[in-house]
């Protein structure tokens, strides 16, 4: 069973403050990692997928990279509308998405 | 193009109703897809369509049936509504399950409430 595991749940960050998020999973045969943006009430919105171990994606002040067992979404200086929860999902056979917990982030100014 | 809509955006059932979730795309695509979202345990889905015609469960289908009218409208069904079933709904879309990768737009969810 494909499992996706993301910490820490909750980040709080001062505006200018680089972190990093986690997304641990287990899957067999890996077709796609893809990172989510969520904000409240809303739909989640796509950011990146990433294929192989050792990609890496950028948009903005974030950066996805991918090794065979996580994913980190680096977020270098961040303002407070990069405030949101964070979702990561895998895919493997099956043309399913298996979603972690997400992480939610708040960036205070 | 609108996306993915769905409708309604809010609703509130008491036990044992009935409800159909209307969900439709403007963007050809052929993958639809129904998940629930509850606090703290992320995405999960409830039933897919990977192309008009077929629909297949997912995680939780349990209490709930599918429709995929035609290639750009997928409905939910809950044909008697448990107090379990309180969550926000979100139906999703995807160009081409063959395809590589390709990434699935949400809709902005209908928040459903069964007292």
């Known amino acids: 069973e494909d499992q996706v595991t993301q910490s820490p749940e909750a980040l709080r960050l001062q505006e200018g403050e680089s972190s990093s998020l986690n997304c641990s999973y287990t899957?067999?045969?890996?077709?796609?990692l893809f990172w989510y943006r969520q904000d409240p009430g809303k739909g989640p919105e796509f950011l990146f997928t990433?294929?192989?171990a050792g990609e890496e994606k950028e948009k903005e002040r974030l950066k996805a990279t991918l090794t065979k067992k996580e994913s980190f979404l680096h977020i270098t200086a961040p303002k407070p509308e990069d405030s949101a929860t964070y979702l990561c999902?895998?895919?493997?056979?099956?043309?399913?998405?298996?979603f972690g917990g997400g992480t939610r982030v708040l960036v205070k100014p | 193009n609108a996306g993915v809509t769905q409708t309604p955006k809010f609703q509130v059932l008491k036990t044992g109703q009935s409800m159909t979730l209307q969900c439709a795309q403007d963007?050809?695509?052929?993958?639809m897809y129904w998940y629930r979202q509850d606090p703290g345990m992320g995405l999960r889905l409830i039933y897919y369509?990977?192309?008009?015609?077929?629909?297949d469960k997912g995680e939780v289908p349990n209490g709930y049936n599918v429709s995929r009218l035609n290639k750009r409208e997928f409905s939910l069904r809950l044909e008697s509504a448990a107090p379990s079933q309180t969550s926000v709904y979100f139906c999703?879309?995807?160009?081409?399950?063959?395809?590589?990768?390709?990434?699935?737009?949400f809709g902005p969810g209908t928040r459903l409430t069964v007292l």
């Open positions: 990433l294929y192989s």
């Open positions: 999703a879309s995807r160009a081409d399950p063959r395809g590589a990768y390709n990434e699935q737009f």
């Open positions: 963007m050809n695509h052929n993958s």
């Open positions: 899957v067999s045969g890996l077709r796609g």
């Open positions: 999902a895998v895919e493997a056979a099956g043309n399913k998405l298996t």
């Open positions: 369509s990977a192309s008009e015609g077929t629909t």
